[in-house]
């Protein structure tokens, strides 16, 4: 469960995020839609706890972020520039970060290369992939540990059609697993195939708000 409360973040003179109040149930997919700098990679990144709120907060199962745990325990995350290493294979990327958490085995990623359509004994480093592979790899990257929580932004950017609806179904998979995924999207039909629940900002409010 993640809760935001009166989450608030000024960058210069901008208010970013501007008195956000959200409650996610676990096991959903919420869509997030808006404009160009609505804000929702700023919430995207409050709430993987990179960016500390001016007021206000973001408590993840009971934990408060920047209080309790410096970020969601268990988070898979696709934001932005994904940083996957380019100059390593995708496989030696996965197998680097499962180091730190040593949650996911050569099992484990193997399988999560092969559910975004991408060959784990691929020799190519990240760097000499085309963009779509790219942004499969960072899915990959961010599926791979079987979190709790996914954040993607513009996950599908770049990937072709059929992939598309690959991807759909593998985040269809991740919720059925139990995971609970918040997905900006600028594509009305990944928002309307996959959300259980969508999430309108405008100038770093919400719009509709789901308390
Ligand atoms: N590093 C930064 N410094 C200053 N302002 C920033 C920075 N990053 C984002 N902003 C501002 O924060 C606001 C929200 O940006 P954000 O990236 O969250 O929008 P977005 O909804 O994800 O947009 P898009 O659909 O274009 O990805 C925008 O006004 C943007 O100009």
Redesign the pocket.
Known sequence: MIKIKDATKN??K?T?LDHVNLSLEDGKIFGLR?????????LLRAIAGLIRLDSGEIVIDGQEIHKDIDFPKELGLLIENNNVLPNFTLKKNLQILAKIKKVANDDMIDDAIKRVGLDPNDKRKVRQYSLGMKQRAAIAQAIFEKPALILLDEPTNAVDYDGVQEMRVLFEAEKQRGASIIL?S?NPEDLSILADEIIS?SD?RLINEKQ
Request: proline content about 0%; glycine content about 30%.
């Open positions: 960058i210069g901008k970013v808006g404009r160009n700098g609505a804000g929702k990679t700023m900006a600028h900002m770093g």
